[in-house]
């Protein structure tokens, strides 16, 4: 359905496109089918790294570098002189820049550089013609967002993940972020009530749910499983888990000594996690894979028998859509909007947080069980998707709330 909104839609981002964000690129062309014009705006820009394929490289291309810009003072000063031909909102701006700052000397310093970043970001949504503004994730690019449509007047919006940001709510300060935004699009119910401990009552029907989601239809191909291959995609970071993984595979080891897992992803960890892996005796069992773009990981998951992912906290994963999608029972943690998509007996197993005997005891009857019974786990996940998770359906659902926020027919 064409989504009519009388100009054009700025997205920004703290970093776009980037290789473990892939479903914000998604959510974009998605957005664009339905009809928005979608000006894409990054904070800083990414790493050559990120870039694994075409599509990124030239959505990288056509994205609007706030940062860099800020840092050039010609450019810098015209959107300053640009904005102070409306003096309230350009006062009322750097006013909220300076109450919303976290304590200290440090914090209120960010949020002037902040603020200089906002202005610049106006001044370039004003030359577009830009009627909306959607940031994704509510730290510091959702800051910009905020006092960008201070000193803009453009209404803004932003989807809210976690689980970051509920670790430091007051330091973000969330609740002026939702107080001021025209909507905000919740990735869970468990999204939602945590946005809702930080909110006031009286601004609970501007949380929406809209739920990432993926194209279905690239995980609908034929899979070449053999029974041992898992698979973990993500971030290698503390907050995955990794390592209770890593014992899983050290006590199913002797009783499946062809048991392997390919880890897609890079992070901060990732040397410790080599180094704990060859200590551990894993070497032979365990493959390093580093980033991989959108068609070699439905690639990957086409040759995995289960996908597994240990975290001690998450949002909603993605990687866990991308798995049902493909039909690849999973087994994961039982941690915040989680069970909203994977149903425990189902469509995979959930277990405890940091539980290395549980995710063993769980891994093992996911090992142990017949191919009906995994086949019927896959079945079941990809329904599970394709009634809540498709990509097009839930970018129809923000364009439908950017459109009444722009002032639209949708």
Known sequence: MMQHVQGPVAYLTGEYPRATDTFIQREVAALRAHGLTVETCSIRRTGVEHHVGEEQRAEAARTFHVLEATGKPLASLRAHLAALRAPGRYLRALRLAWKTAPGGIKGHIYNLIYFAEA????????????????????????????LASAVSGIPYSFTLHGPDIFFEPYHWR?????????????????????????????????????????????????????????????RLAAVKGVPVLFHALRDL???????????????????????????????????????????????????????????????????????LAARVPVLTTRIAGVGELVEDGISGRLVAPGDPVA???????????TPEDRAAMGAAGRARVLAEFDSVTEAGKLAALIAASAGGAA
């Open 119 to 146: 202005v610049v970001l106006a001044d370039h949504m004003r030359r577009l013609g830009v009627v909306h503004l959607h940031n994704h994730i509510a730290k510091s690019s959702c800051t910009v967002a905020m």
């Open 174 to 234: 969330l609740d002026e972020k939702i107080a001021r935004a025209a909507f905000v699009a919740c990735i869970s119910h468990f999204c939602r009530s945590q946005a809702m401990i930080f909110s006031a009552p009286a601004h609970w029907d501007r949380l929406h749910i809209v739920h990432c989601g993926v194209d279905p239809a690239l995980y609908d191909t034929p899979r070449t499983a053999c029974g041992k291959r898992l698979l973990f995609v993500g």
């Open 253 to 323: 080891g002797p009783d499946h000594p062809d048991l392997h897992l390919t880890l897609i992803g890079d992070g901060p960890e990732r040397r410790a996690l080599e180094d704990q892996a060859r200590v551990m005796g894993l070497s032979g069992m365990v493959d390093f894979a580093g980033y991989k773009g959108q068609a070699e990981v439905a690639q990957a998951l086409r040759e995995t028998d289960f996908l597994v992912l240990p975290s001690f906290a998450e949002g909603l994963p993605v990687v866990l859509m991308e798995a």
């Open 359 to 369: 995710l063993t005891a769980a891994l093992r009857a996911l090992l142990d069980a």
